[in-house]
């Protein structure tokens, strides 16, 4: 199924791929399908106490963004859909949309560290998470992310989001997801705006450190200084903060 992860849904491989999506059409019903476009990806990582964790991924084009881990279960995703389902009736193009299920989708599985790419998002939502952690120990890209938490609210083409003290580091070999290189990430504090077309700014006292590709762009910073370019964005940090436009990464 990774040729369709186009849109926002959810894809949980045990083996064989099986397909959770929100299909609908405009001022039609929504209902859950099993098949057809999505934009968030889980693979079986590892057990605990039974339990499968996977990694979330969010899918922008052909490159793809870790999102975080999750010890969700297919019976509770699910349940997750019909909850939303039942909320959110009605699909609105500037309004409830794939975006805003796909960012709910994913503070349900990975709580507090989840980190979305950054999109140009279109949607009316609001969120909020308390202190998380999530770590990735298999496969082709290792991370872990700690967060103090978070809150943001979305309105159309407009959004704010905050997030306290955090840290993170990955190393990863995806090339053919658009992953490649090492990153760490320490950061005092975020406050960040969104525009429409992607446009951004943030306050971010921080240190972070890398050079490779994330979700297709290529990224290079030393100690907060650094840029991100490719994938359908840019952008510009300092020890102070940033600006980005389109897709543009941290």
């Known amino acids: 199924h990774e040729n369709v992860m186009k849109s926002s849904g ?3 491989e045990y083996g064989e791929s099986d397909v959770y999506e929100i299909t609908r059409g405009p001022g039609k019903p929504s209902s859950a399908s099993s098949s057809g476009k ?5 693979y079986i990582n590892e057990a605990r106490d039974g339990r499968p964790t996977r990694r979330s991924w969010a899918r922008s084009g052909n490159a793809m963004t870790l999102v975080g881990s999750t010890f969700k279960t297919d019976d509770e995703i699910a349940a997750f859909n019909r909850k939303w389902l ?3 009736t ?3 193009l500037l309004d409830t949309n794939c975006q805003t299920y796909a960012q709910e989708l994913c503070q349900f599985l990975v709580g507090g560290a989840f ?12 969120w909020a998470s308390g202190p998380g952690a999530t770590a990735t120990g298999t496969g082709p890209i290792r991370s872990a992310r700690a967060t103090v938490g978070k809150a943001g609210a979305q309105w159309k083409s407009l959004g704010v989001e905050a997030e306290g003290p955090c840290a993170a580091a990955s ?3 995806d090339i053919k997801n658009g992953n490649f290189g090492a990153f760490s990430e320490a950061s005092v504090g975020r406050a960040e705006v969104k525009g429409p077309l992607g446009v951004r700014a943030r306050v971010e006292p921080n240190l972070d450190t890398g050079l490779g590709v994330q979700g297709g762009q290529l990224k290079a910073k030393v100690l907060g200084f650094g840029f991100s370019l490719g994938g359908g964005g840019i952008g510009i ?5 940033g600006l980005g436009f389109g ?4």
Do not use: F, H, R, W
Request: net charge negative; aromatic share 2%; charged share 15%.
């Open 10 to 12: 959810i894809n949980a």
């Open 90 to 92: 009605e699909y609105e």
């Open 115 to 126: 980190q979305m790419p950054n999109l140009p998002q279109v949607g009316t939502d609001a």
């Open 171 to 173: 190393a990863s070999n």
């Open 86 to 88: 039942s909320s959110n």
């Open 247 to 250: 897709n543009s990464g941290k």
């Open 237 to 241: 940090s300092t020890p102070l903060g």
């Open 38 to 42: 999505c934009g968030s990806k889980m």
